[in-house]
């Protein structure tokens, strides 16, 4: 068998020598300055469209954990137990604000990517109800401190997030809605449903927040969102949303109880209240690309053309190319 695929190999074939049929465009002054044209006037409307979309969004970003707390010791205070966290502040809606507002918790210096911290974590025991016992990679939030294994293990759910939020417009409360921001396919595919929180938060070590024992996983949206792991240091994760407009000027009080511990390693933490639009969130940078790659298209077409009226080049006959004549061993 191996002889016969070396005697295909080195047969002297079209395939072998690479002369099968292909495209093989002659790049011209009149097709290189069609395409640069082409691209220039796709990329910078879209580019437009980005920048105008991306204006429109309305967003609030408020950095709390600076304010709320002591300015001496706060990883003493935030450790603290007995003491109250509670925090009040007080926004100023400078537009009109449309709903569904989102409703963000914005965690800076904090590297969920590293590889350690992304791989304390069981999938199976996630997913099924048998696999409980599966903790071999959650130390050391694998086993309770009375040696049973901890449902869900490992660093990545013991971190879990835990400050609150409680948000007032004009001294009037409204609701936060948490349902479904987590991924359709995470709930139905990555948590079971018959899973159940045991011995969560028993460990060694103080964590985050606690789970509800008598919710499966698949209904505890706030973990799913958490568990989904950021690449980046700087991160948003989806708190809730406001289904309710805010108008311009409105006065925004949030009681926020300051619970989760970022001072310990000199993280930062935010609330960030934004709107959408059909290109997502707030974010200039894919604008501003299109912008960039079709303006500078625009700009080598024109000095192409600019080269070919002044300085052009005599083209060579294309029949003379070996794939437009015949030749004695492959006629076309």
């Given at each position: 068998?191996?002889?016969?695929?070396?005697?295909?190999?080195?047969?002297?074939?079209?395939?072998?020598?690479?002369?099968?049929?292909?495209?093989?465009?002659?790049?011209?002054?009149?097709?290189?300055?069609?395409?640069?044209?082409?691209?220039?006037?796709?990329?910078?409307p879209?580019?437009?469209?980005?920048?105008s979309?991306?204006?429109?969004?309305?967003?609030?970003?408020?950095?709390?954990?600076?304010?709320?707390?002591?300015?001496?010791?706060?990883?003493g205070y935030?450790?603290?137990?007995?003491?109250?966290?509670?925090?009040?502040?007080?926004?100023?809606?400078?537009?009109?604000m449309?709903?569904?507002?989102?409703?963000?918790?914005?965690?800076g210096?904090?590297?969920?990517?590293?590889?350690?911290?992304?791989?304390?974590?069981?999938?199976k025991?996630?997913?099924?109800k048998?696999?409980?016992?599966?903790?071999?990679?959650?130390?050391?939030?694998?086993?309770?401190?009375?040696?049973?294994?901890?449902?869900?293990?490992?660093?990545v759910?013991?971190?879990?997030?835990?400050?609150?939020?409680?948000?007032?417009?004009?001294?009037?409360?409204?609701?936060?809605n948490?349902?479904?921001?987590?991924?359709?396919?995470?709930?139905?595919k990555?948590f079971?449903?018959?899973?159940?929180p045991?011995?969560?938060?028993?460990?060694?070590?103080?964590?985050?927040?606690?789970?509800?024992?008598?919710?499966p996983?698949?209904?505890?949206?706030?973990?799913?969102?958490?568990?989904?792991t950021?690449?980046l240091p700087?991160?948003?994760?989806?708190?809730?949303?406001?289904?309710?407009?805010?108008?311009?000027?409105?006065?925004?009080?949030?009681?926020?109880?300051?619970?989760?511990?970022?001072?310990?390693?000199?993280?930062?933490?935010?609330?960030?209240?934004?709107?959408?639009?059909?290109?997502?969130?707030?974010?200039?940078?894919?604008?501003?690309?299109?912008?960039?790659?079709?303006?500078?298209?625009?700009?080598?077409?024109?000095?192409?053309?600019?080269?070919?009226?002044?300085?052009?080049?005599?083209?060579?006959?294309?029949?003379?190319?070996s794939?437009?004549r015949?030749?004695?061993?492959?006629?076309?």
């Amino acid at each position: 068998m191996y002889i016969k695929i070396l005697t295909f190999l080195c047969a002297d074939s079209k395939f072998t020598q690479q002369e099968l049929p292909a495209c093989k465009p002659l790049l011209t002054p009149a097709i290189v300055i069609s395409a640069f044209l082409l691209v220039g006037i796709l990329f910078v409307p879209i580019g437009l469209a980005s920048l105008s979309a991306s204006q429109e969004i309305v967003e609030l970003i408020d950095r709390y954990d600076t304010n709320c707390g002591p300015i001496t010791d706060k990883v003493g205070y935030i450790q603290d137990s007995k003491t109250n966290k509670s925090c009040t502040r007080t926004l100023t809606v400078p537009k009109h604000m449309k709903s569904p507002i989102q409703i963000y918790y914005q965690i800076g210096d904090f590297y969920q990517n590293h590889r350690r911290y992304v791989k304390s974590r069981s999938d199976k025991q996630l997913l099924y109800k048998d696999a409980a016992h599966l903790t071999k990679d959650c130390d050391p939030e694998g086993y309770s401190a009375d040696g049973a294994p901890i449902v869900p293990c490992g660093l990545v759910a013991w971190s879990l997030f835990n400050d609150t939020y409680t948000i007032s417009v004009n001294k009037k409360a409204i609701e936060v809605n948490k349902k479904d921001i987590a991924w359709q396919s995470d709930k139905n595919k990555k948590f079971g449903n018959d899973v159940y929180p045991r011995n969560f938060q028993n460990g060694n070590l103080i964590g985050g927040a606690k789970l509800n024992a008598s919710i499966p996983l698949s209904k505890q949206e706030d973990l799913i969102v958490w568990m989904r792991t950021a690449a980046l240091p700087t991160f948003r994760k989806l708190y809730g949303r406001i289904e309710t407009d805010i108008m311009a000027n409105d006065q925004l009080t949030v009681v926020i109880q300051n619970n989760y511990n970022t001072y310990s390693f000199g993280g930062s933490k935010a609330l960030v209240l934004s709107t959408t639009s059909w290109i997502g969130g707030k974010n200039k940078f894919i604008g501003v690309a299109y912008l960039i790659v079709g303006g500078l298209c625009l700009f080598l077409a024109l000095v192409f053309v600019v080269l070919y009226m002044f300085k052009p080049r005599t083209l060579g006959d294309p029949s003379f190319l070996s794939w437009n004549r015949d030749t004695l061993d492959y006629p076309n």
